[in-house]
Nanobody
């Protein structure tokens, strides 16, 4: 099983980034996929989730209206489009697959700074 995040980097406040998570080794279309993040010295927190079919999404209040989660079951990919980024969005972002077993990726760093 592998979840590999990519797309992180350094961006100025107000900018955008698109994170990707490539999944393999399990039945991707059966799993709810989520993004979490963990800032330095902080606990890991929920960011967004998407149902296995992609019909239902859920967001943390702190990112609602700025971030969009999506998935492509044909490609075993989940994405997080992040717009209007703020300095407080700086964190390591993790992809999670939730099902009979939970799987986590290794994370990708997002730094929002001028």
């Amino acid at each position: 099983v592998q979840l590999v995040e990519s797309g992180g980097g350094l961006v100025q406040p107000g900018g955008s980034l698109r994170l990707s998570c490539a999944a393999s080794g399990f039945t991707f279309s059966s799993y709810v996929m989520s993004w979490y993040r963990q800032g330095t010295g902080k606990e890991r927190e929920f960011v967004a989730s998407i149902s296995n079919t992609g019909v239902f999404t859920n967001y943390a209040d702190s990112v609602k209206g700025r971030f969009t989660i999506s998935r492509d079951n044909a490609k075993n990919m989940v994405y997080l489009q992040m717009n209007s980024l703020k300095t407080e969005d700086t964190a390591v972002y993790y992809c999670k697959a939730r099902g009979f077993t939970n799987y986590w990726g290794q994370g990708t760093q997002v730094t929002v700074s001028s």
